[in-house]
């Protein structure tokens, strides 16, 4: 009996020597041979193929439960063997913490899964052909060889991560990311993330900030640039301190560069803020679901140089175009706009010493549901209100209703502007028109307008007073010639009327007619709509002779 005990315990000894032996022995032979064991586990991928991989430090530690890596300075550059269609990346990750990393789903389920790893400073700096140069069909089979079918890891904490990518053929930088900091929790990304263009990846829970992008578009000459972006899929938030779009150039050197005529844009200084936004799926589906998306303090400024040809081929989409041809599925239950600023600005065909601008300030609006979801709950209307200062004196009221799912695009448009002095606008009217709103009030403005695609009939109703008009001189100034003079006097007194109502009290309806002009935006639609009426009260002219106008027009 004593001579079985004693080979028990020897056993138990060997065992136990044997398990503590077995973590010993692998952890010399992964430390020896540490640098090519993760080096082949960066570029079996896909996308660091031809790229070699360098290490600073690096410790493994090897025990039943995973594995623990600890890195420093990993390196990865271009090998002489990159191919001139494939993305370069020169990469530096300072410092890599990873715990639990298991062999068995590594050796034999091809994924990678570990417990947590912790990242400090991830610096990329890549150059990429554009994607539309890549050839995209013969990574398939490279992807279904070397790629995971999964990573996973239960916490990722990423801190200072920053990129720069170029753009392979110009060299010009295409996208900047300035210190993401990101705590990730339950992240899977699968070989079906992979394939599908609409996923990214899976996670339970992520937040994280971003302190600067800027991303370059228009052949690099206007950037999108964000500030303070952070996120949160707890409280289903997102917000964005700070974006623009910068255009690079100024005004007429942009608009002068093109053959034919471009708008010159620029939007500054405005905040985001979204919220009961469905992290889950955009992240896994591409999914964009909104509760709320509110924007604030936004300052949009647009110039038209109207001394460059149009493009006469040209056929700005309208609401319910626009609306059938976005392919992200959405759903936005509620926008709103706070206190933005828009300014309009042209450079007139004729040579002028000025400009012709507008602007609306304190403008605020709020639009509708927005939905093209596959649920039976697809919106069929776009419904928009909005209220302004037009040259920061006149208060403007619009409501805007678009049938979406109608081919021939019939929206209502009706609204209203409060009292101003006619002369605020002569920014505008002077140097389009060579004529100046010597004086005049608006009492109130109302419209009403149907229309479609093709054109639109209503009614304006303008109530002012003592409108008088000023011819000007070749140099859009005024003077005392005489002839101008008595030009001014009988378009003041003959040809337009002077008031609406008259001293009878009766009041003149302006009909509205104009046809759509295929080549213009929307915006100009609704403009010439308004206009229509607004000269057919000051001129007197009917319906009838309005259409009679538009036929001679076309």
Do not use: C
């Not at 010399?28 to 031809?50: H, K």
């Not at 420093?72 to 990159?82: A, F, H, N, S, Y």
């Not at 020169?90 to 947590?116: E, M, P, Q, R, V």
């Not at 206007?222 to 938030?237: N, P, R, W, Y």
């Amino acid at each position: 009996m004593k001579k079985w005990t004693i080979i028990a315990l020897l056993a138990l000894v060997v065992v136990i020597l044997a398990l503590r032996g077995i973590p010993f022995l692998i952890n010399i032979y992964l430390n020896q041979n540490a640098d090519s064991i993760v080096s082949n586990m960066i570029t079996r991928t896909s996308g660091f193929e031809n790229h070699h991989v360098s290490f600073g430090h690096i410790k493994l530690d090897y025990n039943y439960a995973g594995t623990y890596l600890d890195i420093e300075d990993i390196k990865i550059k271009p090998t002489q063997d990159l191919r001139s269609d494939q993305a370069s990346f020169d990469l530096l990750l300072s410092h890599a913490k990873i715990t639990g990393f298991k062999w068995k789903n590594f050796l034999f389920n091809n994924t990678i899964a570990i417990d947590s790893a912790n990242l400090e400073n991830l610096q990329i700096k890549s150059v990429t052909p554009p994607i539309d140069s890549l050839n995209l069909e013969s990574r398939t089979e490279k992807r279904e060889r070397k790629d995971y079918d999964m990573i996973a890891a239960n916490q990722i904490i990423l801190h200072n991560f920053n990129l720069e990518n170029k753009d392979l053929y110009s060299d010009s930088i295409r996208l900047n990311i300035e210190n993401l900091s990101v705590n990730v929790e339950n992240f899977q990304f699968t070989k079906e993330d992979l394939a599908d263009p609409n996923a990214l990846f899976g996670v339970k829970n992520i937040h994280g900030q971003i302190t600067e992008v800027a991303l370059h578009f228009d052949e690099f000459r206007q950037t999108v640039a964000i500030k303070g972006l952070s996120f949160d899929t707890e409280d289903q938030g997102l917000a964005i301190e700070d974006f623009s779009v910068i255009n690079k150039f100024e005004k007429f050197p942009y608009t002068q560069s093109f053959k034919l005529r471009k708008p010159w844009l620029q939007l500054k200084e405005g905040k985001m803020d979204i919220t009961g936004m469905n992290f889950e799926a955009f992240l896994k589906r591409g999914i964009i679901e909104i509760d709320s998306l509110k924007i604030s303090q936004i300052h949009l400024e647009v110039f038209n140089n109207k001394k460059i040809p149009e493009d006469m081929e040209r056929r700005p989409a309208m609401v319910h175009e626009i609306f059938q041809t976005i392919n992200v599925p959405m759903a936005i239950r509620n926008t709103i706009l706070k206190n933005g600023y828009l300014r309009i600005e042209e450079q007139p065909e004729k040579s002028t010493p000025r400009t012709a601008h507008l602007f609306f300030s304190n403008l605020n609006a709020e639009i509708s549901e927005l939905s093209n979801l596959e649920n039976g709950q697809e919106s069929n209307e776009l419904s928009l209100k909005a209220d302004a200062l037009l040259m920061g004196k006149g208060k403007i009221n619009l409501d805007l209703n678009y049938a979406l799912d109608d081919s021939l695009g019939n929206f209502h448009l009706r609204g209203t502007l409060g009292p101003m002095a006619l002369n605020e606008v002569n920014t505008m009217i002077e140097p389009e028109a060579k004529i100046s709103l010597k004086a005049g009030m608006i009492n109130r403005l109302d419209f009403n307008i149907y229309a479609n695609d093709y054109d639109g009939y209503g009614e304006v109703i303008v109530r002012y007073d003592d409108l008088e008009i000023e011819l000007l001189n070749e140099d859009y100034q005024k003077d005392k010639n005489i002839l101008r003079k008595i030009g001014s006097f009988l378009a003041s007194k003959v040809i337009i009327k002077s008031q609406n109502p008259k001293k009878n009290g009766e009041l003149r309806k302006g009909p509205v007619y104009a046809k759509r002009v295929k080549h213009k935006s929307m915006f100009y639609y609704w403009w010439q709509l308004v206009l229509s009426g607004l000269k057919s009260t000051v001129t007197g002219e009917e319906l009838e002779e309005l259409k009679a106008k538009e036929v001679q027009k076309s």
